[in-house]
């Protein structure tokens, strides 16, 4: 019985890697907009620093069991690594801001907007191209954020007399203060990710060796933000942790440090089994389902707008993805064109190849050497 369940698993670790990743992802986000949707919360840098110290320990016990394997821990690396790891507080905080100010579906639209930073970050400071069907979907992710955020956008060009009833609308689905902190979020979200893909060049880390020390280095900065922010008093905990819920809180915000780990483990499990394509059509099939949880678990409207707009960051999604593997395909084909022919080849203006270095069997009879001819 063993034998055969076991057997089972080996033969669908596809399906169940992917059916891995996309229940960590929507848990994560199920269980921070649960704890941070809270009428009196206010201490977010208190549930980013509990989230981190789970994490942190998480790698690290995996290490010391033997299930990781990394280079221990050195302060010197950490000091380097360190603005790294403030990037990521900045990443964390300004999220937790805007999943609190924002509906769930509104969220996820408006992260599209991240992957334009970062293709056009990759162009100025890595030499990335931005192709034709890479500029499309990227419009499309425009026009989704716009359809989402349009009654906010409706109130703030004209006023409540001009067009009445927006009101409701506007509280029902998200509030001005909320659409900054994604703003914010996607662009520290883009120089974070730049920032820590050269840097992890420079360093060579490992991906779980990353993940432990931007966890163990963000706990300090974390509890010190908190303390000096958040008021650690007992009336302020008790208005962000009421006795009623304070179980479910504190269980959620240790869940969701365990699922943080959780989705690095399935996500690298993912890229081995299947590929980094499959992973990244993931990556955007998930954001429906991830739109849809706020709908059932958190009332969030369901309109012809909200549906709209998810539809529609959810085609772009799948649009920049198979942009992404047509860019890469010709990228192959290009360095496979390369070896073929080497750059000092020369391309004349008639597509003509002349160089030394081409072999004979591909040179002009009148390029060719007196002895050859």
């Known amino acids: 019985m063993v034998g055969s369940a076991s057997s089972v698993v080996a033969n669908n670790q596809g399906p169940l890697s992917i059916l891995s990743v996309c229940i960590a992802s929507l848990s994560m986000t199920v269980a921070n907009k649960y704890i941070v949707s809270g009428r009196n919360f206010s201490m977010n840098f208190l549930m980013l620093a509990i989230q981190s110290i789970v994490s942190a320990a998480a790698v690290d016990g995996a290490k010391r069991g033997g299930i990781l394997d990394y280079p221990d821990f050195s302060w010197e690396e950490a000091r380097r690594w360190a603005p790294v790891s403030l990037g990521l507080v900045s990443l964390m905080y300004s999220g937790s801001k805007a999943l609190q100010h924002l509906s769930i579906p509104v969220y996820v639209i ?6 334009i930073l970062i293709a056009y970050g990759e162009m100025i400071w890595f030499g990335g191209t931005v192709t034709s069907l890479e500029f499309a979907s990227f419009v499309l992710m425009i026009i989704s954020s716009l359809i989402a955020a349009s009654p906010n956008i409706s109130a703030w060009l004209w006023p ?36 820590m893909r050269k840097k992890i060049k420079s360093m060579g ?12 280095i963000s706990i300090p900065v974390l509890l010190v933000a908190s303390l000096v922010t958040e008021g650690w008093t007992s009336d302020n905990f008790s208005k962000n942790f009421p006795p009623a819920d304070r179980s479910y809180l504190i269980f959620a915000m240790i869940l969701s440090g365990g699922v943080a780990v959780f989705i690095s483990f399935c996500s690298a499990w993912c890229i081995r089994v299947t590929s980094s394509t499959t992973y990244s059509m993931i990556g955007a099939l998930n954001k429906l389902p991830v739109a849809v949880s706020g709908m059932i678990f958190f009332n969030d409207p369901v309109t012809l707008r909200s549906v709209s707009a998810v539809s529609l960051g959810f085609a772009a999604g799948l649009l920049y993805t198979h942009a992404k593997q047509l860019s890469n395909e010709a990228k192959k084909k290009a360095q496979a064109g390369e070896l073929a022919f080497p750059k000092s080849c020369i391309l004349l203006r008639d597509g003509e190849l002349t160089s030394n270095s081409l072999p004979l069997s591909l040179r002009r009879p009148n390029s060719l050497p007196p002895f050859a001819r």
């Open 110 to 115: 408006f992260k599209n907007l991240t992957i």
């Open 160 to 195: 409540p007399e001009v067009l009445p009833g927006l009101e409701g609308v506007i509280t029902e689905t998200s509030s001005g203060l909320g659409y900054l902190w994604v703003v914010i979020n996607c662009l520290v979200s883009a120089a974070y990710i730049l920032g």
């Open 205 to 216: 880390f490992t991906d779980w060796q990353t993940s432990f020390y931007n966890n163990a």
